[in-house]
């Protein structure tokens, strides 16, 4: 059973930068993509980014595009999500989520979650 555990959340203003990581526990971290979801307070869990085992292949959501970088150490079992020039629209609860099986960008099709971290962007 694989679990996973956020880190790196809090409170940024408008401009500032945040780095999220998701330490994994758990065997074969590297054969499966990881992505990172997040959720608004009244708003559905929506994707962010995802990258494939390897770290060769990533996503965005136009949203973060340019802005937000995933990457991942599979040496350390951590994924990572830099965020940069953050927006108010930015401020959710993030998540990081494991080895979808279908759409890397459905939740309902990832295996495992993480408890969330909370990521507040003010004015």
């Known amino acids: 059973q694989v679990q996973l555990r956020e880190s790196g959340g809090g409170m940024v203003q408008i401009g500032g930068s945040l780095r999220l990581s998701c330490a994994a526990s758990g065997p074969s971290f590297s054969s499966y993509p990881m992505g990172w979801f997040r959720q608004a307070p009244g708003k559905e869990r929506e994707f962010v980014s995802v990258?494939?085992?390897?770290?060769?292949?990533?996503f965005y959501a136009t949203s973060v595009k340019g802005r937000f970088t995933i990457s991942r150490d599979n040496a350390k079992n951590t994924v990572y999500l830099q965020m940069s020039r953050l927006i108010l629209e930015d401020t959710a609860v993030y998540f990081c989520?494991?080895?979808?099986?279908?759409?890397?960008?459905?939740?309902?099709?990832?295996?495992?979650w993480g408890q969330g971290t909370q990521v507040t962007v003010s004015s």
């Open positions: 989520a494991g080895d979808p099986d279908g759409s890397w960008q459905n939740p309902g099709d990832y295996a495992f």
């Open positions: 990258i494939s085992g390897s770290g060769g292949t990533t």
